[in-house]
């Protein structure tokens, strides 16, 4: 069974710099893509980012473009979203996610992408 673990969150002002991280077991980590996903209160959840488990490979949305950075660590089975100048619209639960398949060569950016969730964690942004 798939387990993701989300940690990181907390709150923040504008400006400031957070770094999340996400746990997997259950899996054969190397051979995932992996994802985050955000959802504020009252919308959808929305794609963040992800990183392909053969190149490593980015691939962002364009509202944090330049501003996050996902990286992945396979030895320790772990990815992370690195947040820097976080804006007050950047506040959400964060939501880590792998692939449905394995070995997928093709970018990974859709929620339905993805076949296993953690439970997310909350980053909280103030002005």
């Known amino acids: 069974q798939v387990q993701l673990v989300e940690s990181g969150g907390g709150s923040m002002q504008a400006g400031g710099s957070l770094r999340l991280s996400c746990a997997a077991s259950g899996l054969t980590f190397r051979s995932y893509t992996m994802g985050w996903f955000r959802q504020a209160p009252g919308k959808e959840r929305e794609f963040v980012a992800s990183?392909?488990?053969?190149?490593?490979?980015?691939y962002y949305s364009d509202s944090v473009q330049g501003r996050f950075t996902i990286s992945r660590d396979n030895a320790e089975n772990t990815v992370y979203l690195q947040m820097n100048s976080l804006k007050p619209e950047d506040t959400a639960v964060y939501y880590c996610?792998?692939?449905?398949?394995?070995?997928?060569?093709?970018?990974?950016?859709?929620?339905?992408?993805?076949?296993?969730w953690g439970q997310g964690t909350q980053v909280t942004v103030s002005s």
């Open positions: 996610a792998a692939d449905r398949n394995p070995w997928s060569l093709r970018p990974k950016t859709t929620i339905t992408d993805f076949g296993s």
């Open positions: 990183i392909t488990w053969s190149r490593g490979t980015p």
